[in-house]
């Protein structure tokens, strides 16, 4: 006796069958081929848990035979079954499979995250950067400002404060320090260093604007741009150098340098740029215009300067 397996309307197993003729097999197949039809029209015929179908098969010529369902496929087909039957189940089948990815994709399980966003969440981001620029934007809105004299005459009774005040401002002579609010800070030259040749030293018009080509670099170059400025009056914060150049009207560069926050001294300061290397190439030589400005945290211009300048095979010949 041998039969097929049903649990959960589904084929679990084929039994190791004993068949003894070909009609025997013949009729288990047969039977085997009805019992696959009806599970896949199950809304007709569905199988109960562990219902076995048997049949009876001859015990005196005993042949063992393994079935896999690829044989039993081979089979039904050589018996001249119906193809209908088999696109029955092969679009069962299909179905079943396109049902149960869309269970996962629409249901996830149970404690998991859907990673389906919303267009609500997609502009979100674009308005928080939104808001960020415009927070940057906005300006702070400081305390009542002093003149330096005042400052220094505040708390004067306090030691500590005294001396914290002496150490931030330096050596100071308030006898020379002006009673107006805004610092002074006027910027006396620029120089040109590299290696190996002597500076260039560059005197800054009152209007801002060299007449002609203001100097000259060689190309692939390397050097670095120094200046001198005074600071009056009050302190000056966060003084910042800002430049950009152009080639035919086109924008080639673009820079920004903090200088730092300097209090008013007789002496003048110096701060010297980061080293570059200028372009090389036919298309690097040419003129250039360019346009630098000095303002402070308060977006105060001290200095703008227009000028142009050019980049050549070699350095210009040096004045005696």
């Given at each position: ?57 001859d ?15 081979s ?28 269970e ?27 808001d ?5 934007e ?141 372009p090389?190439?036919?298309?690097a ?36």
């Open positions: 006796m041998a039969g097929v397996l049903y649990e959960k309307g589904m084929i679990l197993d084929l039994v190791d069958w004993k068949l003894s003729s070909t009609y025997v097999r013949k009729q288990a197949l047969i039977v085997l081929h009805l019992a696959i039809k009806c599970v896949n029209q199950s809304t007709t015929l569905k199988p109960k848990m562990s219902e076995v179908v048997s049949v009876p098969i015990e005196k010529s005993i042949q063992h035979v393994s079935y896999s369902q690829a044989g039993v496929d089979n039904t087909k050589s018996m001249g079954f119906d193809e209908k039957d088999k696109e029955e189940v092969s679009e069962t089948a299909a179905t079943t499979k396109t049902r149960t990815n869309e996962e994709v629409d249901e996830p399980k149970s404690g998991g995250i859907s990673r389906k966003m919303s267009e609500n969440s997609l502009y979100a981001t674009d308005q928080e950067e939104e960020d620029d415009e927070t940057h906005r300006k702070i809105e400081l305390g009542p400002q002093y003149t330096l004299k005042e400052q220094l005459e505040k708390d004067k009774d306090d030691e500590s404060l005294r001396r914290w005040k002496e150490q931030l401002l330096g050596a100071v002579d308030i006898e020379a320090v002006g009673e107006t609010l805004e610092p002074e800070v006027k910027i006396l030259s620029l120089e040109i260093k590299s290696p190996g040749r002597p500076d260039i030293v560059l005197s800054v018009p009152e209007n801002g604007k060299p007449k002609g080509s203001w100097f000259t670099l060689k190309e692939g170059s390397r050097y670095s741009l120094q200046f001198t400025f005074e600071v009056k009056n009050n302190i000056v914060s966060g003084l910042k150098y800002t430049n950009a150049v152009w080639k035919t009207g086109v924008k080639v560069d673009s820079s920004k340098e903090m200088i730092g926050t300097f209090s008013p001294q007789p002496e003048p300061y110096t701060h010297e740029m980061p080293e570059e290397t200028t090389s190439g036919m298309f030589r040419g003129s250039y215009s360019a346009k630098t400005k000095f303002v402070d945290d308060d977006n105060k211009c001290y200095l703008e300067i227009n000028y142009t300048f050019d980049i050549r095979r070699d350095w210009l010949p040096i004045k005696n």
